[in-house]
Structures are given as C-alpha cells and as structure tokens.
C-alpha cells in the first residue's frame, strides 16, 4: 500500500462481479489498458518492483514436506492490489524455481517468466482504481548457502532456514513487489513436519496439526516491505520472554545452542526501554531475535525479530549489544518508517548508526566498542574521512552503484549518515533535534517515505529552512563545514588509507 485510501468491500465485490460479465467496464479516466512496467525505475535497481498497482496485502502459504534444510519449498501467494492504471497485463518480481497456477480474480491468467520478472495477462483488463486479487499457486523455492558474495536471500543453515531479503532477494522466496515502496499487510502461513519450529514477522495466530505437519499462522497486520519478512523453520526453539510496555517478546534459535544463546538475547528487553524512552512508541505488537548459525557478516532489522548470526553471537557483550541496539533501532527506522527509494537507505542506516552509538556511550562500551574515547571524536574523525568517503561510495544519500551490496550498504551511509544526523543536531540543538526524530517516526509510521521528506520535516518541526544545509550534507561530493567545530578538518582525498572509523566497528 501507498498512501491510496483503503477501499471498502464494496469495491472489491464490484470487481468480482465485474469479472463475471463479459462487457467490457468503463475505463476510469479513458485510457485504454497497458502493461504495467517491469520495474519503479529504482536508482539503484530499476527492476525491483513492478508499475500499475499497489499491494494492500499478502497472504502468503509455503510448505515445507521434510525436515530438511535444503529441500525445495513450495508455495501459494494471495496478493491483493489496487490497480493505480489501466492494465493490460502486469508484473511480479519472482526469482524460484518454477511457478504453477497464476490466477486472477479467480481466473486462470497467462504467464511468462523473464528473468526475475513474472508477466502476467489477465483474461480481462484491470481497470483503474479497482481492487484484483492475483493467486500464484504451486510455485517453487531452493534455499541457497550464505557465501561472502551472496550472503543474502532464502538461505539454509544446518538447523533450517530463514530469510535475509535485504534488499532485492525475498522474491526468491515469493512473488511480490518487490520494492520498500509498496508496504502492505501479511498473513504467512507456513507448515513443517511436527517438531520443526517456524515463525515469521508478526504475531502468532494459530498452530493447526493435521498428519504429521503443523501450519502456523502469523499476522503482521502493520505494513512491511517485502525486503523485510521473516520466515524461520527448522529445528529451532522459541522462548518467550515477560513482555515489555505490552509489547511481547520471544526469541528463536537453534535448539542445540540454546543454552549458550538465549542468554545473550536478553539485553533486548532493556533495550527496548531504552528507545522508547529515546524515540517515542515502538511501532509494532512484538519484538525478539533471530540466531542462525551461519556466518552472514550482517544482522537484519526483519520486522519484529531482528536477524542475527553465531558469529556475531559469539563476539564481546560490548560488540554483541549496540549491534543489537542498531537493529532495534531500525523497527523505528527502516521498517515502520521505510525508505521510498534505496538511494535513501542512509535514513535508515544513518539513524540505526546514530543509536547504537548514542546506546554504546551510554552504556559505558564506547571505547571499548569503537576505539574512540566518545562519539565527539568519533565523530570528528569521520567527518575528517569525509571527503575520502563520499568519492569512494558517493554522496551520503546517492550511493555510486549497486554492482554488489556492499555498494548500497556502504561506510558513508552508515556512518557518513550518522554525521549527517550529528551535523543537523549540531545546527538546530538537541531539544530540536529530538523533536525531529520523534515526530519522524510519528508522522510517517507504516509508510514509505524518502530524502526529501526528512529535509522537509526537519525545517517545519525547527521553524528554519534547513533544506541548503542538509541537502549539502546528503547530496554533495565534498564534505561542508560542520557547525559548532570550525576547527575540525577533512583531509584531502586520496591522502589517507582506505577510512578507519567505519571499518573498525561493524562486522
Ligand atoms: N541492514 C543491515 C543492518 O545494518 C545490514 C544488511 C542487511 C546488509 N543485509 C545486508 C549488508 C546484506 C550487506 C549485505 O542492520
Ligand atoms: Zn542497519
């Protein structure tokens, strides 16, 4: 979903009916149908998503027929979509195996797969501003090994699998939009033989047994970007924990390492507290962690169960919690608020760097956690890499490329954004700066949103025009003076080794 008004059921009989008859239905606006486009003309990945319609909701079914880590999956999805154009045809961005029955409005609609791109005619046009419901029935998934060069997707691990779909690989996993843009609602339903364990994003509905398998349904009745559903199934175990301000809480891991890891989760309870204290409401009904015994070199904000590995798991206390505070951080920044295109993927990296940091002082680790005595320094010896960073990965909010993920997930987005965010609270005081970021995620929860829109609510929540300053800072090739400390220096590019703050931490 965008921001279109949610139709009642009306419309969506209208369109059932409407499918029935043969006459053709009145075009909204007299443009004849077209194909929707393969893709929202993303910056970094043009193809991700698709044009002429916006889910509202997912009701998404996969199988799992052993206890098997690495079979194949199979799968039905139930998308429901507004149609925002005339459509002759329209697309999915599928990257499985193979795909059974499409169906549309409950008839059966050609297909043809080109690439990640599933191109789906209609037996009728989908007029605009009408409700469709798309069925993708039997299709099949294979999870892959992580390895350093794709360490994300469907991904399986000795105890199972589990999904790191950041950011253009959950429709190997199912076919969607899949793009940050078009949040909508899901059920995920997923059956595994008895004694395997699943979970997704959300809340649990229900356990329905029947021969030897058990479904369990989950609800994320909040928007979520696609890149960021959770579905865990395996031989893994849940705990639950006592919940925080009525927000319940459980954890997932490995049953075999259970006694060594569900400890080390803990932290996120107070950590909760934290930024709620920080940043106002949590903006969904749950929260906990997810440990795969894998070595993905990341952890993942999937929404309500960040995403961790044993590698990370296995580090100090004092690295282990501000990652997880990061990740916390993100369900505020990242999920609920989400980025309307990848080039602004600083806002949500740029804001999860600038808590963790914050946690890490406040907790007493930041010397030990960056090798910097306080975030002043820390941040004074970044901003000195500045102009070294946005020539190497490009301005903070305009990544050079996306040839591989680390392009988009790049030093200067996460740190270069935190700079950003401690250059504007440098310029507008730290009341101001509060106000910024709690009505930031106020206003825009459950919504996709871009650069621009935080520039514009950062002059209108301080009263000054703040958009010289800050698009300087998000969008220029050199790095601009930084308020409050005329004494702190860039050193010329090319001078310097490769940047050291960045890469000391993380990872
Ligand atoms: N968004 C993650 C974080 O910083 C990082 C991440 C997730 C990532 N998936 C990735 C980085 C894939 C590189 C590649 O919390
Ligand atoms: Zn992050």
Do not use: C
């Given at each position: 979903?965008?921001?279109?008004?949610?139709?009642?059921?009306?419309?969506?009989?209208?369109v059932?009916?409407?499918?029935?008859?043969?006459?053709?239905?009145?075009?909204?606006?007299?443009?004849?149908?077209?194909?929707?486009?393969?893709?929202?003309?993303?910056?970094?990945?043009?193809?991700?998503?698709?044009?002429?319609?916006?889910?509202?909701?997912?009701?998404?079914?996969?199988?799992?027929?052993?206890?098997?880590?690495?079979?194949?999956?199979?799968?039905?999805?139930?998308?429901?979509?507004l149609?925002?154009?005339?459509?002759?045809?329209?697309?999915?961005?599928?990257?499985?195996?193979?795909?059974?029955?499409?169906?549309?409005?409950?008839?059966?609609?050609?297909?043809?797969?080109?690439?990640?791109?599933?191109?789906?005619?209609?037996?009728?046009?989908?007029?605009?501003?009408?409700?469709?419901?798309?069925?993708?029935?039997?299709?099949?998934?294979?999870?892959?090994?992580?390895?350093?060069?794709?360490?994300?997707?469907?991904?399986?691990?000795?105890?199972?699998?589990?999904?790191?779909?950041?950011?253009?690989?959950?429709?190997?996993?199912?076919?969607?939009?899949?793009?940050?843009?078009?949040?909508?609602?899901?059920t995920?339903?997923?059956?595994?033989?008895?004694?395997?364990?699943?979970?997704?994003?959300?809340?649990?509905?229900?356990?329905?047994?029947?021969?030897?398998?058990v479904?369990?349904?989950?609800?994320?009745?909040?928007?979520?970007?696609?890149?960021?559903?959770?579905?865990?199934?395996?031989?893994?175990?849940?705990?639950?924990?006592?919940?925080?301000?009525?927000?319940?809480?459980?954890?997932?891991?490995?049953?075999?390492?259970?006694?060594?890891?569900?400890?080390?989760?803990?932290?996120?309870?107070?950590?909760?507290?934290?930024?709620?204290?920080?940043?106002?409401?949590?903006?969904?009904e749950?929260?906990?962690?997810?440990?795969?015994?894998?070595?993905?070199?990341?952890?993942?904000?999937?929404?309500?169960?960040?995403?961790?590995?044993?590698?990370?798991?296995a580090?100090?206390?004092?690295?282990?919690?501000?990652?997880?505070?990061?990740?916390?951080?993100?369900?505020?920044?990242?999920?609920?608020?989400?980025?309307?295109?990848?080039?602004?993927?600083?806002?949500?990296?740029?804001?999860?760097?600038?808590?963790?940091?914050?946690?890490?002082?406040?907790?007493?680790?930041?010397?030990?956690?960056?090798?910097?005595?306080?975030?002043?320094?820390?941040?004074?010896?970044?901003?000195?890499?500045?102009d070294?960073?946005?020539?190497?990965?490009?301005?903070?909010?305009?990544?050079l490329?996306?040839?591989?993920?680390?392009?988009?997930?790049?030093?200067?987005?996460?740190?270069?954004?935190?700079?950003?965010?401690?250059?504007?609270?440098?310029?507008?005081?730290?009341?101001?700066?509060?106000?910024?970021?709690?009505?930031?995620?106020?206003?825009?929860?459950?919504?996709?949103?871009?650069?621009?829109?935080?520039v514009?609510?950062?002059?209108?929540?301080?009263?000054?025009?703040?958009?010289?300053?800050?698009?300087?800072?998000?969008?220029?090739?050199?790095?601009?003076?930084?308020?409050?400390?005329?004494?702190?220096?860039?050193?010329?590019?090319?001078?310097a080794?490769?940047?050291?703050?960045?890469?000391?931490?993380?990872?």
């Amino acid at each position: 979903m965008r921001t279109q008004p949610k139709k009642g059921l009306a419309v969506l009989l209208a369109v059932l009916v409407g499918s029935v008859g043969a006459a053709a239905p009145a075009y909204a606006g007299g443009a004849g149908p077209t194909p929707g486009s393969a893709g929202l003309g993303d910056r970094l990945y043009p193809l991700l998503g698709n044009g002429g319609y916006d889910v509202q909701n997912y009701d998404l079914h996969v199988t799992y027929p052993e206890k098997d880590p690495k079979q194949t999956v199979t799968g039905d999805v139930t998308i429901t979509a507004l149609a925002t154009q005339n459509l002759s045809r329209f697309n999915l961005d599928f990257g499985g195996d193979s795909v059974g029955v499409v169906r549309v409005n409950g008839d059966r609609a050609e297909f043809t797969r080109q690439g990640d791109e599933l191109v789906i005619t209609p037996r009728r046009h989908l007029p605009k501003g009408q409700r469709f419901r798309v069925r993708v029935s039997g299709y099949t998934a294979t999870p892959i090994e992580a390895n350093a060069s794709s360490p994300a997707g469907f991904v399986t691990t000795t105890d199972g699998t589990f999904m790191a779909g950041q950011p253009d690989q959950s429709h190997n996993y199912f076919p969607s939009n899949d793009h940050p843009s078009d949040m909508a609602t899901y059920t995920i339903a997923l059956t595994a033989p008895v004694g395997w364990l699943a979970v997704a994003n959300g809340t649990h509905v229900s356990d329905k047994r029947d021969h030897g398998y058990v479904t369990s349904t989950y609800r994320e009745a909040k928007p979520l970007a696609s890149e960021l559903i959770q579905a865990a199934v395996g031989d893994f175990v849940l705990q639950k924990r006592p919940p925080v301000n009525g927000i319940a809480i459980r954890d997932v891991v490995p049953r075999r390492l259970a006694d060594d890891l569900l400890p080390k989760a803990e932290v996120e309870r107070s950590q909760l507290t934290w930024m709620i204290d920080k940043v106002g409401k949590y903006p969904f009904e749950n929260y906990g962690s997810l440990v795969v015994d894998t070595r993905l070199g990341f952890a993942l904000e999937t929404q309500t169960i960040s995403l961790y590995d044993t590698s990370l798991f296995a580090r100090p206390k004092y690295i282990l919690d501000p990652i997880m505070l990061h990740e916390l951080s993100h369900m505020w920044f990242g999920d609920s608020v989400a980025p309307s295109e990848w080039s602004s993927v600083w806002q949500s990296e740029g804001h999860a760097t600038w808590y963790e940091l914050e946690y890490a002082e406040e907790t007493g680790v930041f010397q030990q956690y960056t090798r910097t005595p306080n975030r002043e320094a820390y941040f004074k010896q970044v901003y000195a890499e500045g102009d070294q960073l946005r020539k190497d990965y490009g301005p903070v909010a305009r990544p050079l490329k996306a040839d591989v993920i680390w392009d988009v997930f790049n030093p200067n987005v996460y740190d270069g954004g935190a700079l950003v965010l401690y250059a504007l609270r440098q310029k507008v005081g730290e009341r101001d700066f509060q106000r910024i970021e709690r009505e930031w995620v106020k206003l825009n929860r459950g919504k996709s949103v871009d650069t621009h829109d935080f520039v514009n609510l950062a002059s209108a929540v301080s009263g000054k025009n703040l958009r010289p300053f800050l698009n300087d800072w998000l969008y220029g090739t050199t790095t601009p003076p930084m308020p409050g400390h005329p004494d702190w220096t860039v050193d010329p590019a090319e001078a310097a080794a490769a940047p050291a703050a960045a890469t000391a931490r993380h990872r």
